[in-house]
């Protein structure tokens, strides 16, 4: 319930004499026990004076929101020169003056218009002035006072946010802080107690609590786990008056949150874990997947797993699924259930971020133990190396064993086993095997000199599973054998001088073998035995796989004997022993003095750029192809032309010439006159005819003959209706051309049909007066009567 209370302000002027004024008390509540009394005068601002209560008689109170019907009563001005005659004016100004605050210009009483509120101004300032009616001059200097707005508790507290969010971390100590709500107050806090604000907590005990004066929020219970409850919404109060009856009041809402501490240890939820792992399982394959529950969050609940201990330590490993915080049991060597057919491994987890502070809750990890069953499976056989290496010497019969292969099921079963030879790693079918004990013969000779390795590859399979089945590479090295003799390094063609001395040495001899020799080769070289005692030449062996040849006799004569072919006995040192007679081809030449060759034979000297006969007959051939190549253009070129009109003289048959004449263009004056066609009798006989016979798609038809000097367009309208109204025409688009000759023509008939029926001879001498275009047709019919009168 709001009291209101009203302070009336009395300005009274009286006689110039020493007025007294009673001061309001300090309290605000309640009214003055005496009556205000202000004496205005000329001298009033001297004789106002302070009393002991410091009071300050300028100032004045207005209680706001005042709910009365009539204007709320200010104070009364009244100044010592007013005689009651109504001479005097009393004029108002400053802040709400005339529209606020209203003044009686008659008795000096000033009232308040409207509701007023502090909240929207507190304090206004006025000056009051008597002034002489009938003069308009004042009577009194102008004085000032001010109207202070008194504050009644009309505003509830407000808080800077409707909702605040905050969040701690859980477990937490009580008293820790949380966050500061703020809540204000518009009333005047100089003013009793409608500005002190007390804050208290409506919603959220036991859990949290708020400090009256600051509005602070903290823990009030311990330990308060997240995993329990991790969301709490606490109503705050805040009330004025200092929380005192009738005080008003405003709330806001915090939304506090738990946030996650690690202070929960990982847990698997059972202690044995069973899985099945067929021993056919590729490595890194994963087994199985287990799981630790972990009541944390975020990095908190992260888990590391690891083997500690178990028979199967080395054959098995661990990994974890950041995703899903799971551990994926791997295979690390390769499983086999005729060897162990049963692990067990002891898998712990542990939490990679743990908090020092909850370590006495206990050890933050778990272990379980882990069965895996290794399953028997049907395994492809399994051979006794990874990979075979074989020698052969290259000289062994077909049909020899060069190794042998094993490989056998590991199963229990332990079934038979069948071998095969890969033909894609030997396409040749040099090797074959026998398929029941893996043993390996040639099927073809070998020639270490023509591949010395090969790479084969060996297929072991199961008789009843041939689906199971298994690979293995064998390598064959072909061992060398003195199979090849030895020949000359290079091919020798040198020369002798004809001024040459005895014992002069013309040429070096060198070798090699194909052979491969451990030792070295060892060449000894001699001349074949049918050249030995005759030869001009001798052949000297260096000891060092090489060999001279030198000159037996002075001079040699090139017109007797051009070319010498020296047989030359090449053999190794190897067991069995291999030669071959190599040719040695010297040539007679002519040199000067200090032995530099200047020409061989007769045949040096008629081909002194060095052109062999090869060469030569070569050019030949390119030439002789080149002109036959001319000589059949040409030919082709004439069967293109024209074959005469009339092959034979005594032909009569029609002969059709196309000339493929063009008009002359714009600039012809002889081409085709159309005023002919619309008057035939107006034919100039002097000009000459171009005729040019059409070609038609369909074999014509009998048309009526047109009347003499008809129009033009008469006879293209009886021709186009002959045309649509022809049953025999086309079903499909056409295009029929009338060609108008007229009534006839000066050279009548040409046909030479016609003339073949007639008794008498015709003379086609009238076609030379036709022009140089009909000069062909005159020389052939003008040939026929020359033959005939002959």
């Known amino acids: 319930m709001r009291t209101y209370h009203c302070f009336w302000l009395l300005f009274w002027a009286g006689q110039p004499h020493q007025s007294f004024l009673t001061?309001?008390?300090?309290?605000?509540?309640?009214?003055?026990?005496?009556?205000?009394?202000?004496?205005?005068?000329?001298?009033?601002?001297?004789?106002?004076h302070r009393s002991k209560r410091s009071w300050m008689w300028n100032q004045f109170f207005l209680l706001e929101e005042y709910t009365g019907t009539d204007y709320q009563y200010v104070g009364k001005l009244h100044s010592d020169q007013d005689k009651g005659d109504g001479s005097l004016k009393y004029i108002l100004s400053g802040d709400g003056a005339g529209d606020l605050f209203i003044i009686n210009e008659n008795t000096g009483d000033i009232q308040a218009t409207k509701r007023l509120d502090r909240e929207e101004?507190?304090?206004?300032?006025?000056?009051?002035?008597?002034?002489?009616?009938?003069?308009?001059?004042?009577?009194?200097?102008?004085?000032?006072?001010?109207i202070k707005i008194h504050d009644i508790n009309d505003n509830e507290p407000m808080f800077t946010k409707d909702v605040y969010n905050a969040s701690i971390p859980e477990m937490s100590d009580v008293g820790t802080f949380v966050v500061q709500v703020t809540a204000t107050d518009a009333d005047d806090p100089t003013y009793g107690n409608s500005a002190k604000v007390v804050y208290s907590i409506l919603q959220g005990q036991p859990y949290f609590s708020v400090e009256s004066e600051t509005g602070i929020i903290k823990t009030a219970l311990l330990n308060m786990d997240r995993e329990n409850r991790e969301q709490y919404q606490v109503v705050i109060q805040a009330k004025d008056m200092g929380g005192q009856m009738g005080g008003l009041s405003g709330t806001t809402t915090v939304n506090?949150?738990?946030?996650?501490?690690?202070?929960?240890?990982?847990?698997?939820?059972?202690?044995?874990?069973?899985?099945?792992?067929?021993?056919s399982m590729p490595l890194d394959s994963p087994v199985g997947r287990i799981r630790a529950n972990d009541a944390d969050v975020d990095e908190n609940a992260e888990i590391e797993y690891s083997i500690t201990e178990g028979d199967g330590y080395d054959m098995f490993g661990i990994t974890t699924d950041k995703d899903t915080q799971e551990g994926i049991i791997t295979v690390k060597k390769a499983l086999d259930f005729e060897n162990k057919n049963l692990y067990i491994l002891k898998v712990e987890a542990t939490n990679t971020h743990v908090d020092p502070r909850f370590l006495y809750l206990g050890p933050f990890k778990d272990s379980a133990t882990v069965r895996i069953q290794v399953e028997d499976v049907d395994e492809p056989p399994v051979f006794s190396r990874p990979a075979y290496i074989?020698?052969?010497?290259?000289?062994?019969?077909?049909?020899?064993?060069?190794?042998?292969?094993?490989?056998?099921?590991?199963?229990?079963?332990?079934?038979?086993?069948?071998?095969?030879?890969?033909?894609?790693?030997?396409?040749?079918?040099?090797?074959?095997?026998?398929?029941?004990?893996?043993?390996?013969?040639?099927?073809?000779?070998?020639?270490?000199?023509?591949?010395?390795?090969?790479?084969?590859?060996?297929?072991?399979?199961?008789?009843?599973?041939?689906?199971?089945?298994?690979?293995?590479?064998?390598?064959?090295?072909?061992?060398?054998?003195n199979d090849n003799a030895p020949e000359f390094a290079m091919f020798y063609e040198t020369f002798v001088c004809e001024n040459a001395k005895a014992e002069q040495l013309i040429q070096t001899l060198s070798a090699v073998d194909k052979d491969d020799s451990y030792s070295g080769h060892q060449f000894s070289f001699s001349l074949a035995p049918e050249a030995a005692s005759s030869s001009n030449f001798t052949l000297q062996d260096n000891r060092d796989n090489t060999a001279g040849i030198f000159t037996r006799k002075t001079r040699y004569n090139r017109h007797e004997m051009s070319t010498y072919f020296l047989p030359v006995v090449i053999s190794d040192n190897d067991h069995p022993i291999q030669s071959s007679t190599e040719t040695v081809t010297i040539r007679v030449c002519a040199c000067d003095h200090r032995g530099k060759m200047l020409s061989c034979n007769a045949e040096a000297l008629i081909h002194p750029t060095g052109l062999s006969t090869g060469a030569l007959i070569a050019i030949l051939l390119c030439i002789i192809i080149l002109l036959v190549t001319v000589v059949l253009f040409a030919a082709l070129r004439r069967q293109r032309k024209k074959e005469p009109l009339i092959i034979s003289k005594e032909d009569i048959r029609d002969n059709i010439v196309s000339y493929n004449d063009e008009g002359g263009g714009e600039e012809d004056t002889q081409a085709f006159d159309i005023g002919t066609l619309r008057n035939p009798e107006a034919i100039d006989d002097n000009k000459l005819r171009r005729d040019i016979v059409p070609e038609t798609l369909f074999m014509p038809r009998r048309t009526a003959t047109a009347r003499d000097n008809t129009d033009v367009r008469d006879f293209i309208n009886q021709r186009l209706k002959e045309n649509d109204t022809d049953p025999a025409a086309p079903p499909y688009d056409s295009l029929a051309t009338y060609a108008y000759e007229g009534n006839g023509s000066v050279a009548e008939s040409l046909s030479s049909l016609e003339s073949v029926t007639t008794d008498g001879d015709q003379d086609y001498d009238y076609l030379s007066d036709w022009g140089p275009r009909f000069k062909k047709l005159a020389d052939m019919y003008g040939a026929m009567d020359s033959d005939k009168d002959s």
């Open 121 to 146: 101004k507190p304090v206004y300032i006025l000056r009051a002035q008597a002034i002489n009616r009938r003069t308009g001059r004042p009577v009194e200097p102008e004085s000032e006072f001010i």
């Open 256 to 279: 506090i949150t738990l946030t996650d501490v690690n202070d929960n240890p990982p847990r698997f939820p059972q202690s044995t874990y069973q899985f099945r792992a067929p021993e």
């Open 23 to 48: 001061p309001l008390s300090r309290r605000t509540s309640g009214f003055p026990e005496k009556e205000k009394v202000l004496v205005l005068s000329g001298n009033s601002r001297r004789d106002l």
């Open 390 to 481: 074989m020698e052969v010497k290259e000289d062994v019969p077909i049909d020899s064993v060069i190794g042998t292969v094993t490989a056998q099921d590991p199963d229990a079963a332990k079934n038979p086993v069948k071998y095969s030879v890969d033909r894609h790693t030997d396409m040749d079918r040099v090797f074959n095997i026998n398929s029941g004990n893996g043993s390996i013969f040639t099927s073809k000779p070998l020639d270490r000199e023509t591949l010395l390795w090969h790479n084969i590859t060996v297929i072991a399979a199961e008789i009843n599973n041939p689906k199971q089945s298994s690979r293995v590479p064998v390598f064959i090295k072909v061992l060398d054998v």
